[in-house]
């Protein structure tokens, strides 16, 4: 009895002290992220809901820092919007958004004070600024890459958002429209007044001032931001330099052939970071907030921990979300080992052992048989380096792939270099299908054409297919062959194909005896192929007889995989933000490869 009491004043006073010390501190940045985002919504909705000023929910929100009462509706309005873009800045850790956090407290218990006489919110307000002081450590994250781009899209989607919270502002009086407004009016009022014009819906008493007031702390809040956004210094995403390309192809040089996808880790709109001692690297790209590595790190394995411990602390210091697209299982290993990250199988490589290549047999008799009607219609195919091309048939290839292109964007980031023709890349291979007896046209009589990066000093990997539309079927097929018949003279042994995204699920989901969820999740992929090539590519790549290499997405949690899979479907160009084509600077466009321009002169006397 006489020990429980100590025990139980222990326990009281425990309690006591965790709530003096306050949250853990790397609950803080999710903390005030939360609060800043409530109290935005509650600002906006009492801006925009006069009933909801007088009721007893908001009287608790004004003692809530960057609460400034019902007298100042647009003030409480744009203090919301901003609020809200705030909270996630704290969440992601970001250094800026704590400055911006730590200037707003103070004026929220001043405007608290001033406005309210409330002691009580001056009091929260001043407390969360000194969480905020204390624990400024963990706001520490620099700046995303940025562009001007993104005034754009600030106008179009704020602007948008201001156009729909503009029509419920103008519609939540009742009570004081004249007249009955058609929705044509309450869309010109709120045009009107996001321009701090007076538009055609009429109020009475202060409604029409409070509405118009509202609605043109919209428009400049807009148009503020975009300023703001238009005029700031630039932060442009990393790029691959000569020097950290030079230091790659020295490491592919070396380790190459332990990965098919090295060679990819050399497109120029990738960034690179080496372990300390400079024998491995990792390039990635940034998107929407996720640092998106591809394939495994480049060089020695010994050295790869380095590298993915400067790949984590690029990560932790912007508050990206990192992961790795398309690693082995050697890589998931390594990448798990090193990060505590957890890793998910994506789907198979198609490599094909030339050795075991052969069209003889019933298993490849389809592709047999196309091939050889290819053929007899008067087609034939080249396999050559890229250094073995001359200039002017370099530069038709190149035109005819552009031109062959299927979408404006360049699709591919793990497996696609981006390419064709660079000096540095005479190793490439090039594939390319002709027809003899076909007039010659823009392009000769060229009609395909596939493009292999070197894997190591025996082996291709596939880069792109393209071919004109009017050829005859098929031609991926042919050319394919035709690069592993030749393969043994150019000493390649091995040739790796496409990736098939869900290959095993595909593969077990149709035989016999599989189970309701996994033909579930079969029909799911087969329905998702009709805009994505999951089936397709699968079906493609097992008419060669490959063997297949698993390869692992690597994740820190499984709440980031549907904003990782946003990322990647980004980065390969399947979703893309970019902006229209007549609307993009001349500098932001594919800049020619260096053989194009020995030939501008020709192609434009040709093109007049």
Not at 67 to 88: D, I, K, N, Q
Not at 125 to 135: G, K, N, P
Not at 166 to 175: A, E, F, Q, T, Y
Not at 349 to 375: C, H, P, T, W, Y
Request: net charge positive; with cysteine.
């Amino acid at each position: 009895m006489s020990g429980a009491v100590p025990g139980g004043q222990g326990g009281g006073d425990g309690r006591l002290r965790r709530i003096l010390r306050g949250p853990r501190a790397e609950a803080v940045p999710v903390l005030a992220a939360r609060i800043c985002a409530l109290v935005g919504l509650l600002n906006i909705a009492a801006a925009v809901f006069p009933r909801f000023r007088r009721s007893r929910l908001h009287t608790f929100a004004e003692v809530l820092p960057g609460a400034l009462g019902p007298f100042a509706a647009a003030l409480a309005l744009s203090c919301g919007v901003l609020l809200l873009l705030l909270a996630h800045g704290l969440r992601r850790h970001k250094r800026r958004a704590w400055r911006a956090a730590v200037v707003l407290l103070p004026a929220g218990a001043v405007a608290q004070f001033a406005y309210r006489h409330s002691f009580i919110g001056a009091a929260i307000s001043l407390a969360l600024l000194a969480l905020l002081l204390r624990h400024r450590t963990e706001f520490a994250a620099l700046p995303d890459p940025r562009s001007r781009w993104r005034a754009l899209a600030n106008f179009v989607l704020l602007g948008a958002g201001s156009i729909a919270l503009g029509l419920v502002i103008v519609s939540v009086h009742p009570d004081k429209v004249i007249g009955d407004p058609g929705l044509t009016d309450r869309l010109a009022h709120v045009l009107y007044g996001l321009f701090g014009f007076e538009g055609p819906v009429g109020y009475t008493g202060r409604t029409s001032w409070t509405v118009g007031v509202s609605l043109g702390a919209l428009g400049m809040l807009t148009a503020l931001t975009t300023v703001y956004l238009a005029f700031r210094p630039e932060h442009p995403a990393a790029r691959l330099t000569q020097d950290d390309e030079s230091r790659l192809r020295e490491l592919l040089a070396r380790h190459g052939g332990r990965d098919s996808l090295g060679h990819f880790a050399l497109r120029r709109d990738k960034g690179v970071v080496f372990s300390p001692s400079g024998k491995a690297a990792v390039t990635y790209r940034v998107v929407s907030g996720v640092m998106l590595a591809s394939g495994d790190p480049i060089g020695d394995v010994e050295a790869w921990p380095g590298a993915i411990e400067r790949f984590m602390d690029e990560a932790k210091a912007h508050s990206w979300t990192p992961a790795v697209m398309g690693c082995s299982e050697t890589g998931g290993e390594v990448w798990t080992r090193e990060t505590g990250l957890d890793a998910l199988e994506l789907g198979d490589e198609a490599v094909v052992d030339v050795a075991d290549f052969s069209l003889s047999g019933r298993a490849m008799r389809n592709v047999r048989q196309m091939v050889k009607r290819i053929e007899r219609n008067g087609y034939e195919t080249r396999v050559r380096r890229i250094r073995d091309l001359g200039e002017k048939e370099l530069d038709r290839i190149q035109r005819a792939a552009e031109d062959w292109r299927g979408t404006d964007t360049e699709r591919g980031f793990s497996m696609a270099l981006g390419r064709i023709g660079d000096p540095d890349d005479g190793d490439c291979l090039i594939a390319t299908a002709h027809k003899a007896d076909e007039k010659a046209g823009a392009y000769g009589d060229l009609k395909a054409v596939l493009h292999f990066v070197p894997w190591g000093q025996d082996g291709v990997s596939l880069d792109l297919m393209r071919r004109d539309r009017s050829a005859d079927p098929g031609m991926n097929e042919l050319l394919i062959v035709a690069a592993l018949q030749a393969a043994p003279k150019l000493g390649i042994t091995r040739v790796s194909l496409n990736f098939a995204m869900f290959r095993a699920a595909l593969a077990r989901g149709e035989k016999l005896g599989a189970g309701p969820v996994l033909r579930a999740w079969r029909g799911l992929l087969v329905f998702l192929s009709r805009w994505f090539q999951i089936e397709s590519l699968y079906k493609f790549n097992a008419k060669f007889r490959p063997r297949w290499e698993p390869r692992f997405v690597v994740y820190r949690s499984s709440r980031d995989l549907p904003r990782i899979g946003f990322a990647a479907m980004q980065a390969e160009g399947f979703v893309t933000l970019a902006l229209p084509r007549f609307l993009r600077r001349a500098t932001a466009q594919r800049r020619p490869c260096p053989h194009q321009s020995a030939h501008t002169a020709e192609r434009e006397v040709r093109a007049a």
